[in-house]
């Protein structure tokens, strides 16, 4: 996992695209499910696509941890 995070962090934009990336298309997920009643992501995308939020928000924290 080590090669996987250097290679995230050795370019500029690409930590906050996946992070917000990830958080907006489960946020609109949501959001056509609750209010138009139709399912914008199957289940063979919505699991990597959680997966890749929690280990984003993972070395987020790790790094936040890092500092202090």
Excluded: R, W
């Excluded at 056509?32 to 929690?54: C, R």
Aim: aromatic letters at 24%.
């Amino acid at each position: 996992m080590d090669k996987l995070e250097k290679f995230i962090y050795s370019h500029k934009y690409l930590p906050p695209f996946l992070y917000f990336g990830s958080a907006g298309l489960i946020g609109f997920d949501i959001y056509s499910d609750i209010f138009k009643e139709v399912e914008f992501l199957n289940q063979y995308v919505e699991t990597p696509l959680f997966i890749l939020f929690f280990y984003m928000t993972y070395l987020g924290l790790k790094n936040l941890k890092k500092k202090k």
